[in-house]
Structures are given as C-alpha cells and as structure tokens.
C-alpha cells in the first residue's frame, strides 16, 4: 500500500491507494499559505490506516509542496516522490517543454492509459476543465485548458453587478425562466455543451473518431450525464495514475 496525494487548486485528496485502488480518502481544502501541521492534522486519519510503503505527490500548487513534504515525513517517516515528466511515465511527449505539463495532466493520462489503453482522451473536471490526448503509441499529443465551472459562475458573479453566486446543481432544461435558473444553465449546461463540442474537434484532429474518452474531477458526474458524447466517468483514474507512477518509479 501506498499514500497518493492529488494537490489541486481548490481541494487535496490523500489516500492509501492497495493495487490502484484507494481504499479509504481523506479530502481538505488547499491553503497556499498553510504550514506543515495543517497537512498533518488531515493526513494522520491515513496513518492510522497504514504504514505505507512510499507516498507520490501530484501537485498543481508548488506553494504548498514544502510544507506538505515536511508533514509526510512527519506523519510517515518517509519523503515523498513529486511527479513530473521527468519521471518514468510510459509515455512519449510531443510537447514543445514536457516541464511545463501539469502534474495533474500527467497523472491522469497515465491512469487512462493503465485502464482503458490507447488511444484515449480525459477530461479532468475541476477548478480547470482540461482536456488530454494521448494517441494509439502511447504519445501524449497536448490538450486544452478551459476555465471549469465554478471558475466560470464566479467569474459571472464578480464581474457582473446585478449577479451573484449560485449553487452548481444541474438545470433541468436548458431555456431558463429566472436569473439563477439561466445563471445554471450557461454554466452546467454550456459546460457539457463545450465538452461536446471539444471531444468533437480533438477526435477530429487526432484521426481518431471512436477513441474512447474519459472524464474525472470533482464535477464529473453531474456534467458528463448531460453531455451527449459516450464518456467513461472515473472519479478513481488520478489515485490510479498515482500508484502506476509510483510502481515504475
């Protein structure tokens, strides 16, 4: 058994991870500014769990990346491993600067690649709805970044006077009778609408028309049932890619 440990924007998930499969989560939020005992308060639900063999870290926040180290060799008594494509991945990049690819990026692809084989796109529904191709060699061709949807709504709210903030549940039709109503809409609905129309345009340029795809993040559930295109959703796919990484590393 393992630790994986997924930094995003917004929140951090942390779990022991048993051949690929997280078997218990805990989940915060991620405070740039927070010191090692913020990280040792939540990740020592984990080491009552297990005394893991190594921990992998995926992280989209490097403010945070000191202090969390600090805090797994504290709780665990063993440094961490960060990814980044510097690391055995299995996968060829095509990028022009393979270091500047997202940890996150990475670490789903791989996990795609594990589960599904290739080629195959992912999804990855979070603070930014990312979009990653990885062709039938196993080459990472490059993807897309777009605001994701709490991005988008709070966006609305900050810059529109007579708007505000909104609760992301999906809207049952897509002609709104209410402001909050058409607020929803031009969120949740046009967020699926974009991954439609995205899949359509990647699919395209790959030459790929039946690759399968793949969604995960925290909204993926909820998004991906409105979309109209066959998407496999896997809330599990980033602790999965975690254990490979850290299996071939």
Same mark, same amino acid.
């Given at each position: 058994?393992?630790?994986?440990?997924?930094?995003?924007?917004?929140?951090?998930?942390?779990?022991?991870?048993?051949?690929?499969?997280?078997?218990?989560?805990?989940?915060?939020?991620?405070?740039?500014?927070?010191?090692?005992?913020?990280?040792?308060?939540?990740?020592?639900?984990?080491?009552?769990?297990?005394?893991?063999?190594?921990?992998?870290?995926?992280?989209?926040?490097?403010?945070?990346?000191?202090?969390?180290?600090?805090?797994?060799?504290?709780?665990?008594?063993?440094?961490?491993?960060?990814?980044?494509?510097?690391?055995?991945?299995?996968?060829?990049?095509?990028?022009?600067?393979?270091?500047? =690819? !997202?940890?996150?990026?990475?670490?789903? +692809? /791989?996990?795609?690649?594990?589960? &599904?084989?290739?080629? *195959? @796109?992912?999804?990855? =529904? !979070?603070?930014?709805?990312?979009?990653? +191709? /990885?062709?039938?060699?196993?080459? &990472?061709?490059?993807? *897309? @970044?777009?605001?994701?949807?709490?991005?988008?709504?709070?966006?609305? +709210?900050?810059?529109?006077?007579?708007?505000?903030?909104?609760?992301?549940?999906?809207?049952?039709?897509?002609?709104?009778?209410?402001?909050?109503?058409?607020?929803?809409?031009?969120?949740?609905?046009?967020?699926?609408?974009?991954?439609?129309?995205?899949?359509?345009?990647?699919?395209?340029?790959?030459?790929?028309?039946?690759?399968?795809?793949?969604?995960?993040?925290?909204?993926?559930?909820?998004?991906?049932?409105?979309?109209?295109?066959?998407?496999?959703?896997?809330?599990?796919?980033?602790?999965?890619?975690?254990?490979?990484?850290?299996?071939?590393?």
């Amino acid at each position: 058994m393992i630790i994986g440990i997924d930094i995003g924007n917004t929140d951090t998930a942390a779990a022991v991870i048993n051949y690929g499969i997280p078997i218990c989560e805990v989940r915060y939020k991620t405070v740039k500014s927070a010191d090692a005992d913020y990280h040792k308060t939540h990740l020592l639900n984990l080491a009552e769990k297990c005394n893991p063999k190594g921990i992998i870290i995926s992280s989209v926040v490097p403010e945070v990346n000191e202090e969390i180290a600090k805090a797994c060799v504290s709780v665990f008594g063993k440094a961490p491993l960060f990814v980044s494509s510097d690391l055995k991945t299995g996968l060829s990049f095509k990028s022009e600067d393979p270091k500047k =690819i !997202g940890a996150d990026i990475i670490v789903g +692809a /791989v996990g795609a690649v594990k589960k &599904y084989g290739t080629p *195959v @796109i992912v999804v990855d =529904i !979070g603070t930014a709805t990312t979009f990653c +191709a /990885v062709d039938k060699g196993g080459e &990472y061709l490059g993807g *897309v @970044i777009a605001p994701g949807p709490y991005i988008s709504m709070k966006a609305l +709210a900050d810059s529109a006077s007579m708007l505000s903030e909104i609760s992301l549940t999906p809207p049952q039709r897509v002609i709104g009778t209410n402001t909050e109503e058409r607020m929803k809409i031009g969120v949740i609905t046009a967020h699926a609408a974009m991954i439609d129309g995205m899949l359509e345009r990647i699919k395209k340029e790959m030459g790929a028309p039946s690759v399968k795809v793949v969604a995960t993040g925290g909204m993926a559930q909820e998004i991906t049932e409105m979309c109209e295109k066959d998407i496999i959703c896997d809330k599990n796919l980033l602790m999965c890619g975690l254990y490979e990484l850290y299996k071939m590393n």
